[in-house]
């Protein structure tokens, strides 16, 4: 009930092997030159032929632990196409892949007496003057109070920062405290201002609208109930390009950008109830939602819409942080020994674009090398490490922090959803220096405040503070990389810098904490 976890579901869900069952021709070489055709210039190609030659592995893995893949009839499993793929790649399970993936692990994990420990949230890293992990400082949220524990190695899988925006697939832990606490250690962060964020329905609970939605054809209105999407297409742009065009996330690369953004205008100018527009199926469309998006009507019944006879609001929602905290090996390390990052927190192996069905496969490829050494790192170096003074001195200054808060009147939670807001408003599909300046200054100042103790932080409010901490951390890196990039670039768009610039830009941008 704490923590990522599995949420995201579309049509599309799956986890991409270059196993071959899909069309013979394919093999971990065309993955691997696939998913850099997609990147170039802005990951590691070591990071990534290791994604590539290992995902095989691992689904082979899930097989044996139990996971019942979607098989044809010749008993080889069903493979699907996928953007950036030049043979169908992806492995998908009932339309719900992720879902399915944990809970195999989570049997697993139960079968093995793992002990998990709930409901608690690690915040700090404790390293040593060799800037070797020692250790980290938690807070035990149904405890109110804080937990150290004593390892000499860490693997950080936090997931991303969907929490960031008003709207997110992911669950509200989901606040960027893995990139937080990773920059706090002077690591880089690299390709923070790549967010994939697209269209979704925002009331009730998010739910991801991908491509063969738009296939359908649906009509949008704004609160006034008018059309709203041919006021903005250019001459030559229709409608229906725009909806073929259509895939999740948003990308400056064909005509389904007007979609996006026009969805942002009209949520600012003339929003729905819930800060978004309103979407409703077209007139004798039956037949094709029942070939498009099956899976999307059902899950939408669930929730109480009928796709056939119900209006429901459709907003923006953030999906993926293609960015992250640069890893340096294909075993997840870092530049602190000890520390190990693995899935939506590390960065390197996704730039601009992310190949579809290559988040899951990461999660499992390096979920799996980092697990191997930082165990093995743990049975060769745990016993040298001596962590108590290293734990004093870091627990000293958060108990400093509290004590400077006592008397702060400024409410955490009420600043939290500012954030959101102020990220939702300046930091989404539409950019431009005006709207990031003003999303940096907040930043700033809610930072300064946090720091000067204008905030109350009490043991009841610690948690939340806390997440608003590394909120501010996370956002900062997004908008400062954002302001920085001068051009549009996939699912970047600066308003005041429209076109791709090769030339000054095909080249990450990196973010590290000195001094």
């Given at each position: ?288 939602v029942e070939e498009k998006m099956p ?32 890893i340096t090996s294909p075993d997840g390390?870092t530049d602190i020994l000890g520390l ?176």
């Amino acid at each position: 009930k704490g923590g990522s976890t599995a949420t995201a579901f579309s049509e599309l869900l799956a986890i991409a092997a270059a196993i071959g069952h899909g069309d013979e021709r394919d093999e971990p070489e065309i993955h691997y030159q696939d998913t850099m055709d997609a990147g170039r210039g802005f990951i590691d190609p070591a990071l990534v032929r290791t994604l590539a030659e290992d995902a095989p592995k691992r689904i082979n893995d899930l097989i044996d632990l139990g996971l019942n893949f979607d098989k044809q009839k010749n008993g080889k499993l069903v493979q699907g196409m996928s953007d950036f793929a030049t043979y169908p790649r992806t492995c998908r399970v009932n339309g719900v892949t992720a879902r399915h993936i944990l809970n195999i692990i989570a049997k697993e994990l139960k079968k093995n007496n793992v002990p998990i420990d709930e409901q608690m949230m690690v915040f700090q890293l404790v390293t040593d003057n060799e800037k070797r992990i020692v250790g980290a400082i938690a807070f035990d949220i149904d405890k109110n109070e804080f937990v150290f524990y004593q390892t000499s190695s860490v693997i950080l899988a936090c997931g991303g920062a969907h929490f960031l925006y008003t709207y997110g697939v992911g669950t509200p832990d989901m606040t960027g405290d893995g990139y937080a606490m990773a920059y706090q250690q002077g690591i880089p962060l690299v390709n923070m201002e790549f967010v994939q964020i697209g269209p979704g329905v925002i009331n009730p609970p998010v739910t991801l609208l991908s491509g063969p939605v738009w296939k359908t054809h649906p009509i949008l209105s704004n609160q006034k109930g008018e059309r709203f999407l041919e006021r903005y297409l250019p001459t030559g742009v229709n409608v229906k390009d725009v909806n073929n065009h259509k895939a999740f996330p948003f990308t400056v690369s064909n005509h389904s950008f007007y979609l996006d953004t026009s969805i942002q205008r009209e949520s600012e100018d003339n929003p729905s109830p819930h800060g978004g527009v309103w979407c409703k199926m077209a007139p004798g469309s039956e037949a094709i939602v029942e070939e498009k998006m099956p899976k999307t009507k059902r899950v939408l019944k669930s929730k109480g819409i009928d796709v056939h006879s119900d209006k429901f609001e459709v907003g923006l929602v953030a999906q993926c942080m293609n960015g992250g905290t640069q890893i340096t090996s294909p075993d997840g390390e870092t530049d602190i020994l000890g520390l190990f990052i693995a899935g939506e927190t590390a960065g390197g192996l996704r730039g601009p674009d992310r190949p579809g069905g290559n988040s899951l496969a990461e999660g499992q490829v390096y979920g799996y090398r980092t697990g191997k050494a930082a165990a093995h790192y743990s049975i060769k170096h745990g016993k040298e490490l001596s962590s108590q003074e290293w734990c004093i001195q870091e627990f000293q200054t958060i108990k400093q922090w509290i004590e400077n808060s006592q008397n702060g009147t400024k409410d955490v939670l009420e600043s939290i959803d500012e954030l959101r807001r102020n990220m939702y408003r300046n930091c989404l599909v539409i950019r431009n220096e005006a709207r990031l300046m003003d999303a940096w200054e907040y930043l700033l100042k809610t930072e300064q405040d946090l720091e000067q103790g204008k905030y109350s932080v009490r043991l009841d409010t610690i948690k939340s503070a806390l997440e608003l901490r590394n909120m501010i951390i996370t956002a900062k890196s997004i908008v400062l990389a954002a302001l920085l990039r001068r051009e549009s670039r996939s699912c970047h768009y600066r308003e005041d810098f429209p076109q791709k610039d090769d030339a000054h830009w095909k080249k990450s941008i990196r973010l590290r904490q000195v001094d």
